[in-house]
């Protein structure tokens, strides 16, 4: 599944602290299957943005464990330094 499309940068709250970026949203739910692997990337265009710091390589919420890597660190970013400050789910 993929969204393609204009998202036009604006003021979001993450935490305690605001930065600008955009909502990505899918249009239907997507089901995740148990040890398999998904790719999210982000083709960003325009002037250098903020990144954020101190990610975490692994995540565990609702029972499910998150695990976050990179193959492309010509952009900048990794693990640690990157665009998704977050992703939300919910579990059915």
């Known amino acids: 599944m993929s969204k393609t499309g204009r998202f036009p940068s604006k003021r979001l709250q993450y935490k305690d602290s605001y930065y600008h970026g955009y909502d990505v949203l899918f249009d239907s739910a997507v089901d995740l299957k148990k040890n398999t692997r998904y790719e999210i ?52």
């Open 41 to 92: 990337e982000a083709l960003i265009s325009g002037p250098d943005s903020q990144v954020g710091v101190d990610g975490l390589k692994t995540v565990l919420r609702s029972g499910m464990t998150f695990t976050f890597s990179s193959s492309d660190y010509s952009s900048g970013t990794d693990e640690n330094v990157g665009q998704f400050p977050e992703f939300l789910f919910s579990v059915l």
